[in-house]
């Protein structure tokens, strides 16, 4: 079966991303690993005067910048030109790194002829660590490196002439090549093979939720039709207008549990029709509370904390109202009618791409504390499944957190559940509006 278009874009852009996490997707890890080579170069021109090293410095480090910023700036979906882009600047970056080690390898003092095997064994390492996952970088990496080594071995041979020691140290330049280009091919296997069946849990895992989400839209929506339809009939069956009224009011109510069933779903597939505007987050907090007063006991207090100088939140405000209810609701019922439960905005910086979710820049943190008895540790990872729900029967859908975290993620943010000392925290990550609107907010 041919391939779709959309499948051909989305694994062009899981291929750019597997680019991008590998080269430049923890920004300390590139920043220091350029920081040794800068250092080394400089040392090398104070030290041995080799003017060429600063300017190969410089040109190095122009493409190295160029690659950086052309990786971090790379948005879906993926395009088979965005790739050959990605993979051509590897190249060039790779290839200009390794003129160096070479040059250095031509001159008579062993003290430079050291760094520049250092610096060949240092890339050899880097690729054989981070470039087996897509077949045209490993090619580059063993064309490079190969002939490197090869290089350096004959090079050292010609300078030596034809003895036994020349071929002897030729025979082994040639079998490190073959050597580093063979690992590379079965680290690409390797790599292939646990990709594969990374897949297949993948898609196994699909299949299960799949229908475990069926199952539980097909169980609500009956329950909800099995209440219009009786009472549709009953009324039907009424004798008097008064009970007919009755019973239609109540398949009326019904219907509209049904519509915010559909809209829960809406939010949790990423599909909900939202409209982003700034929101004042104290303007929104008051408003908040007034409405939650009506709604919670009076043995719940509820406390606000809002960080000042907060910049509007950007957001859909009436998906904000809801999600925000769904956890204030969630954490009045974990304890069990009675304690304090805190709303508190603050401002979250997220500084790099080891977060999982959320992009590097500055959100609001929006977090709902209890003081109820907490969540299990091994229902931390499950609270957020569709269908979920440790309430009785009838008590809760399974869709308020979903709901949640499909909304947050949707605005370009996401969520956060943990335990505290008094309890539960969920917080939701949205985004401010001092930052560009997240590339995850979608219609």
């Known amino acids: 079966m041919p391939t779709s278009y959309a499948a051909r874009v989305d694994e062009q852009w899981l291929r750019l991303r597997r680019i991008h996490d590998a080269d430049v997707g923890r920004s300390y890890e590139f920043l220091l690993r350029n920081a040794i080579v800068v250092s080394v170069s400089l040392t090398l021109v104070l030290v041995t005067g080799l003017t060429i090293v600063l300017w190969w ?9 160029g690659y950086f910023t052309y990786m971090k700036r790379q948005r879906p979906p993926g395009t088979r030109r965005q790739y050959r882009v990605a993979v051509a600047f590897y190249v060039v970056t790779t290839s200009f790194f390794a003129l160096m080690p070479l040059y250095l390898w031509t001159l008579p003092d062993p003290a430079v002829n050291a ?39 004959f090079y050292w041979i010609a300078g030596l002439g034809m003895t036994g020691e020349s071929l002897l140290i030729g025979l082994g330049a040639i079998c490190s090549a073959g050597y580093y280009v063979y690992a590379h ?7 292939t093979r646990v990709m594969e069946n990374e897949r297949r849990a993948g898609q196994s895992a699909k299949i299960q939720a799949i229908g475990q989400l069926t199952t539980g839209i097909a169980h609500d929506f009956n329950n909800i039709l099995t209440v219009v339809l009786g009472n549709i009939e009953l009324a039907r069956l009424a004798p008097h207008a008064a009970e007919a009224d009755e019973s239609l009011t109540e398949a009326h109510r019904a ?17 909900a029709q939202l409209n982003p505007v700034p929101v004042d987050a104290g303007n ?46 969630n954490a009045r019922d974990a304890m069990e009618g009675r304690g304090t439960i805190t709303v508190a905005i603050t401002r979250a910086e997220i500084l790099s791409d ?52 499909g ?22 990550y949205l985004p401010l509006v001092t930052t560009a609107a997240p590339d995850s907010q979608r219609r």
């Open 255 to 271: 219907a509209e549990r049904a519509a915010g069933l559909v809209a829960q779903l809406l939010a949790f597939s990423r599909r």
């Open 354 to 405: 080891t977060d999982d979710e959320l992009r590097p820049g500055t959100y609001a943190r929006i977090a709902v504390r209890d003081t109820g008895s907490g969540i299990p540790d091994h229902l931390i990872d499950r609270v957020a499944e569709p269908f979920f729900t440790t309430k009785s029967i009838g008590q809760g859908s399974g869709l308020g957190l979903p709901m949640v975290k």
């Open 57 to 65: 410095l410089l040109v190095f480090e122009t493409i190295n910048v």
């Open 115 to 153: 760094v520049a095997v250092g610096a060949l064994f240092g890339l050899s390492m880097l690729n054989l660590t981070r470039h087996t996952f897509d077949p045209n970088i490993a090619r580059a990496d063993m064309a490079v490196v190969g002939l490197s080594i090869l290089f350096m071995g």
């Open 284 to 329: 929104m907090l008051e408003t908040f509370g007034r409405t939650m007063q009506r709604i919670l006991p009076a043995t719940i207090t509820l406390r606000h904390e809002l960080a000042p100088g907060l910049p509007p939140i950007l957001c859909d405000r009436p998906s904000l109202d809801t999600a925000l209810m769904n956890l204030v609701i």
């Open 185 to 191: 091919i079965d680290g690409l296997k390797l790599r």
């Open 407 to 428: 909304f947050s993620e949707q605005s370009g943010g996401g969520l956060e559940i943990a335990n505290t000392a008094a309890g539960a925290e969920i917080a939701m």
